[in-house]
């Protein structure tokens, strides 16, 4: 029968395989509380009900716990404070909510700002314990004009043992304090072994059916079964009619590959879960590219500019991918030691100007020429003597490019952006040689929408109620953007997943 939640128009990523029967099941496993995915959002979630006296049982499909990236945002924390810096609640509701073009869940985004703090200051209490002895950082790199406007509440995580092996300082050592305190308090975390299917009882999810190499077994969980599975960006199926544009990345950029493929956004929609009513954002960054690309001459590889270049990353990315481009050159010349600070105090930000500066340092002449030799090397920087040499050796037309740099020239001459409006204070002049052209596009790091949820993280169906049992959390969960990932606060999506993890642990034990 038509499930109501079920867009009968979805392909058959959204039908429901035929059932596991009771003699396939080879053995059962009871407890609290059973998590299905070991990343951030999971395992936060496994190590605060743990510590709230559930007994949890985590189910995981890689052979690992997983974190990726350098960042967690929250609104405020302890170690904020310390630093004299606090966010205004409301003001950074109203930016995300007009960010999100207003199609975000209020309740949500407050559930998110009202607890952000007192999670943060949970989990720097367990990263800096003995044996892991992280040392927190807060990214200074924001973008600092009015526009785009970007806040302080970034953390980074450095000196970790995670980060002395090599992983990007931040969420990896993150999750790997969370996931040793929980295994000390008893957490069972069984890996190599998906949710396949979760068990209904009486209209209640009341555990789930996992899959190992030796066959099925399931695990029933009195209090809650809880989603936290990621994204779906790894299924280009579930991509191609929830998130169309993300095809248009051309890398994607998670780890564990293959495991993000949405499997508890489908396994909640047969419970009958519904999925939030917007088109599920992606979250973008240049990362497969060159690192930086700064303000100033953006153009094609028909040698055209055609954007205002004043932006901050995610608006870069979508700038790029809704005019269908994989990249895009951003140029620099010769004088760009003195250039690229003169923007800073009117713009920066991630991947403009400064690498992941975790403290207020001066911009780096010494790292900015380290990278680009770097790039050079590795095809994402073309440096050229002359204006038309450059573009033979991007391969753009040369007359376009000429023309482009010439206008635009002309358009700093004059003092006023006539083209794009950009802000007289970053027109700043591309005329010294060499030439550099820098290669950015967009990666997908992740899709960030999916199934409905309330303040209690209760998966909703499609009238609103909720599924009795069912939770979610994380990229699997919905109501956080709804159109777009808000760069106002850099690392949100770990911020509300390490968040909404915590809250879940206690309310799962009330
Ligand atoms: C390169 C890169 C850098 C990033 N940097 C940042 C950053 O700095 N800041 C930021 O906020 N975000 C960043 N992100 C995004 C961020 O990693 C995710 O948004 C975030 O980790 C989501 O957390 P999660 O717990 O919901 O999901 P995940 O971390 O994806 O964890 C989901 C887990 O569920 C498991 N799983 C999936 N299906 C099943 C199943 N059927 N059964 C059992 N387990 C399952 C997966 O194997 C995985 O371990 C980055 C992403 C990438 C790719």
Not at 74 to 97: C, H, K, T
Not at 293 to 300: G, R, S, W
Request: glycine share 12%; with cysteine; net charge neutral.
């Amino acid at each position: 029968m038509a499930q109501a939640n079920i867009d009968p128009r979805w392909g058959d990523w959204a039908r429901e395989p035929a059932p596991i029967l009771e003699k396939q099941i080879r053995e059962t496993l009871s407890s609290d509380v059973v998590v299905i995915g070991a990343g951030i959002a999971g395992v936060t979630c496994a190590l605060r009900s743990a510590q709230n006296g559930l007994k949890v049982i985590v189910l995981e499909k890689s052979s690992n716990w997983s974190a990726r990236g350098g960042n967690i945002g929250v609104p405020n924390s302890r170690f904020m404070r310390e630093q004299g810096y606090e966010n205004n609640l409301d003001e950074i509701a109203r930016e995300w909510i007009k960010r999100c073009g207003n199609r975000c869940d209020e309740e949500i985004v407050w559930l998110f700002l009202k607890n952000g703090e007192e999670a943060m200051n949970w989990l720097l209490d367990i990263v800096t314990l003995p044996g892991y002895g992280c040392r927190p950082a807060l990214q200074a790199n924001i973008y600092r004009g009015e526009t785009y406007r970007e806040i302080f509440g970034s953390h980074r995580l450095f000196d970790g043992p995670m980060a002395k092996k090599g992983l990007r300082p931040g969420a990896a050592d993150a999750v790997f304090a969370m996931y040793s305190e929980a295994v000390k308090l008893g957490v069972r975390f069984i890996f190599d072994s998906p949710a396949v299917r979760l068990i209904k009882n009486g209209g209640r999810v009341v555990g789930a059916v996992a899959e190992d190499k030796e066959g099925y077994f399931r695990v029933l969980a009195e209090r809650g079964t809880v989603l936290a599975t990621g994204d779906i960006g790894g299924s280009d199926d579930m991509c191609a009619e929830l998130a169309p544009l993300a095809s248009r990345c051309v890398t994607k950029l998670y780890t564990p590959k293959g495991c993000n493929t949405g499997d508890g956004h489908r396994m909640g929609l047969w419970a009958g879960g519904a999925f939030e009513n917007t088109p599920f954002p992606l979250m973008m960054h240049p990362m497969a590219f060159y690192f930086a690309n700064y303000c100033f001459l953006f153009v094609d590889q028909n040698g055209k500019r055609f954007m205002n270049e004043d932006n901050y990353i995610q608006g870069k990315m979508n700038a790029l991918i809704s005019r269908n481009l994989s990249y895009a050159w951003s140029i620099i010349d010769g004088g760009w030691e003195t250039k690229i600070p003169m923007t800073l105090p009117y713009g920066g930000g991630l991947f403009w100007g400064r690498d992941h500066s975790p403290d207020e340092s001066p911009f780096s002449a010494e790292q900015t020429a380290g990278m680009m030799e770097r790039g050079i090397k590795s095809g994402q920087v073309v440096k050229a003597d002359t204006p038309e040499e450059l573009a033979e050796k991007t391969g753009m037309p040369v007359d376009n490019f000429v023309n482009t740099l010439r206008r635009y020239n002309s358009l700093v001459e004059k003092g006023h952006d006539d083209d794009f409006g950009k802000r007289k204070e970053l027109l700043i002049s591309l005329d010294k040689p060499p030439y550099y052209a820098l290669k950015f596009g967009p990666s997908l790091l992740a899709v960030v929408g999916g199934l409905r949820v309330n303040t209690e993280l209760n998966v909703l169906n499609e009238k609103n109620v909720p599924v009795p049992g069912l939770y979610a959390v994380g990229n699997v969960a919905g109501g956080r953007y709804g159109v777009d990932y808000p760069m106002l606060l850099a690392g949100n999506s770990h911020g509300t997943a390490m968040t909404f993890g915590y809250v879940l642990g206690d309310i799962l034990a009330n």
